[in-house]
């Protein structure tokens, strides 16, 4: 079965880093795009940012330039280098796969941008 798991989530301050990890089992992972989204309490889930197959990159109006999105097919695994993060990026960060048919979510990882 298909499986993610995401890992990396902290508190950090203001103006920090996290780099965010999503490991995934049950696809031929380089056969697939992905993408990471994240939910803040009492919003919804909102897309961050997505690779394709060929490693093109897509980021939301609001981490462009912050966030760095990448995957080593080697490894099965995708990442998410986060750098100058704000309070507003606090949330519950979730890597994506659509394969056979359905959408595949990891548990989620958590990201408190904090003082």
């Known amino acids: 079965q298909v499986q993610l798991v995401e890992s990396g989530g902290g508190l950090v301050q203001p103006g920090g880093s996290l780099r965010l990890s999503c490991a995934a089992s049950?696809?031929?992972?380089?056969?697939?795009?992905m993408g990471w989204f994240r939910q803040a309490p009492g919003k919804q889930r909102e897309w961050v940012a997505g690779?394709?197959?060929?490693?093109?990159?897509n980021y939301a109006d609001s981490v462009k330039g912050r966030f760095i999105i990448s995957r080593d097919n080697s490894k099965n695994t995708m990442y998410l280098q986060m750098n100058s993060l704000k309070p507003e990026d606090t949330a519950t960060y979730y890597c994506?796969?659509?394969?056979?048919?359905?959408?595949?979510w990891g548990q989620g990882t958590q990201v408190t941008v904090s003082s």
């Open positions: 994506n796969v659509a394969a056979f048919g359905q959408n595949y």
């Open positions: 049950g696809i031929r992972f380089k056969s697939y795009g």
């Open positions: 690779i394709t197959v060929g490693s093109y990159t």
